[in-house]
């Protein structure tokens, strides 16, 4: 066994001239003789919100305020300034814009700068603005026998990062700079890895924007905090999501955090010619609910779900996982004998955080592959459903 702290087997990420292919991980052997040694504990680019070392999801509907709070986060850290009463620690940032033109990004940059006091960034001072609009790709996935691979513009980040040893990197944002397929567990979990690459070798912390359908922005309960496959939240360390409850008014909620308890949510009062500013009145009850939250469903509907979701698949009418979709849980199952008083969206939050459910891809019928819910084996077993070895040989079964 090597003496370094190691084994020298390569990384989940490995680097070659052409890129960064994302492909099958080897392990590492952690030496034990490190329990004896000072472990270094969780640093915060922002308190208990935004690790360092870890990519931070942050979602919400398009135009309901992301790239500004984003865009004003990263200044209040490069400037040592707390952000909305929780700490920040001090550190050289970049945001990195794949959506919105240079005249927006500094004329953003100069109305917050000026609303809170902060000097303008001086060029080489610790700040940093890219324009990535006319070449955003940092990952494509595998295609026609191709390996999965980050992008030249991957590379070229990676060594501007380690050039002007970036700290704290704002990636505006996932629909632009992610050319996967956002269903696709295995495209989603490769990105989200490849950035995760960069955090840990910068030890920075990376926040990535999203957008989320309308449905949820809106306080629905029917929809998601997060578009696309749930791999999105379960390859993320911690999740922000904001929500417009009414004009002029923000709600920012912790959803996710792998570090320890979740934040308080917060709310912002937005009036024109304005930035965001902290409210004075408490958020209201969380309108999308975390899938990490507490919701209460009665065992008996949850097995009622269950035992619908498999009678549908026996049927082949698949139950989409995508919220949003017109074959979703909640669409499919209200033309069922359920009613709409039925917490259809809690019984499948429910049923997914106790391993009952299961995200599965399958070929519809155009041959393009989409994601549907599985009831697993313990999901069989506690809604009293036979063991279905056939059902789960089929194409399409969980990965």
Known sequence: MSSKPYTAFPMEVTTTEGGVIVGPAMFRVIDLARLKQPIEPVRWAWDRRVPRKEVTLFSGHGGAGKSMLALMLALLAWSGRQAWGAATERCRAA?????????????????????????????????????????????????????????????????????????????????????????????????????????????????????????????????????????????????????????????????????????????????????????????????????????????????????LIDEFTKRGEFVSTAYNSRTAAPSVLFRSTLGKAFPISDAVRAAHRAGYLAEAEFTRANRMTGERWSVTTIGRMFAGLPADPVLDAKPGSIE
């Open 95 to 307: 945001f990195f814009s794949a959506e919105d033109s240079e005249d927006t990004v500094l004329r953003r940059t100069k109305f917050i700068c000026s609303m809170l006091g902060i000097p303008d960034p001086e060029p080489d001072g610790g700040f940093y603005l890219l324009d990535a609009v006319a070449s955003p790709e940092l990952y494509i996935p595998a295609r026609s026998g191709l390996p999965a691979t980050t992008t030249f513009v991957y590379d070229r980040l990676r060594d501007y990062m380690a050039t002007q040893r970036i700290e704290l990197l704002v990636i505006d944002g996932a629909s632009d700079t992610f050319t996967g397929d956002e269903i696709r567990r295995a495209e989603v979990r490769a990105y989200v890895r490849a950035l995760a690459a960069l955090a840990r070798e910068f030890n920075a912390a990376i926040v990535l924007l999203a957008h989320v359908d309308k449905i949820t922005a809106k306080g629905s309960k029917d929809g998601q905090s997060y578009s696309g496959s749930t791999q999105w939240h379960n390859s993320v360390r911690s999740r922000l999501y904001l929500s417009q409850p009414e004009v002029g008014r923000l709600v920012l909620e912790h959803q996710k955090s792998n570090h320890g308890p979740l934040a308080d949510p917060m709310a912002f009062d937005w009036q024109d010619d304005d930035v965001p500013r902290l409210s004075l009145a408490a958020p209201e009850t969380p309108a999308a609910p975390a899938d990490d939250s507490l919701v209460v469903v009665e065992s008996a509907q949850v097995r009622r779900v269950l035992q």
